[in-house]
């Protein structure tokens, strides 16, 4: 069965540090993995995700992620915190072959970045 | 830029009325879900849905829900009987195919039953 799980319910930061939130998954196939971004009052946005491509995926606004299979993590970085980076955010997992589309969702990470 | 629509944004309603979420997905997409997270909790999937029927759903899915197409624009979820268990918000969202697995997301509708 495919699972995620989001370390960090809150991580805190401040404007222009370093930006690391962590996520590890199970599947028993190939998966793939996105992270999706929520801002107040609005919908789910697409970050990044990974198909079995390159291993280091760069997404918008300067996010990247990098699948480690070896320890079954898609940690979410940025260099540099700006504020309009405060929001949730979401690690998710879909199986590698097809099952509906489903997407399993972690429990989220607020990220709150602090002038 | 396409986005995923739903209305209304909040609706209230009392326990073992009907209710009906509306979406209205990008207009060239194919593949439409809907999705719930209850207050404090994940982001769960409901259902699937393609070519006028239903792909996947969940356990969660049970008889008091449906879905349908009724028109080539909207997606509506209907809860035949509300319980103050699904009160949660509701995304919709959409994708032109399941192989490319991009799913876009509306801004939900939060569902309040009293």
């Known amino acids: 069965a495919q699972s995620v799980t989001q370390l960090d319910s809150h991580v805190s930061v401040s404007e222009g540090t370093p930006v690391l939130l962590r996520c590890n998954y199970s599947s028993s196939y190939s998966p793939s993995l996105f992270w999706y971004v929520q801002h107040p009052n609005k919908g789910l946005q697409l970050l990044l995700k990974?198909?079995?491509?390159?291993?280091l995926v760069k997404g918008i606004n300067g996010f990247e992620a990098e699948f480690k299979k070896s320890e079954t993590s898609f940690h979410l970085t940025k260099p540099s915190a700006h504020m309009s980076d405060a929001a949730e955010y979401f690690c998710v997992v879909t199986p590698g072959y097809n099952q509906g589309g489903k997407l399993i969702f972690g429990q989220g990470t607020e990220l709150s970045v602090k002038p | 830029e396409p986005e995923v629509t739903q209305t209304p944004s909040h609706q209230v309603t009392q326990m073992g009325q009907e209710v009906i979420l509306r979406c209205v997905p990008i207009s060239n997409h194919l593949y439409f879900y809907w999705y719930r997270q209850i207050l404090g909790q994940k982001v769960e999937f409901l259902v699937s849905f393609y070519n006028n029927e239903i792909s996947e759903k969940s356990e969660i899915f049970d008889d008091q829900f449906s879905v349908e197409r009724p028109d080539g624009s909207n997606f509506t979820l209907k809860i035949r009987s509300t319980k103050l268990e699904d009160s949660a918000m509701y995304f919709c969202?959409?994708?032109?195919?399941?192989?490319?697995?991009?799913?876009?997301f509306g801004p939900g509708t939060r569902l309040t039953v009293l």
């Open positions: 969202a959409s994708s032109d195919g399941i192989a490319t697995d991009t799913q876009y």
């Open positions: 990974y198909t079995s491509a390159a291993t």
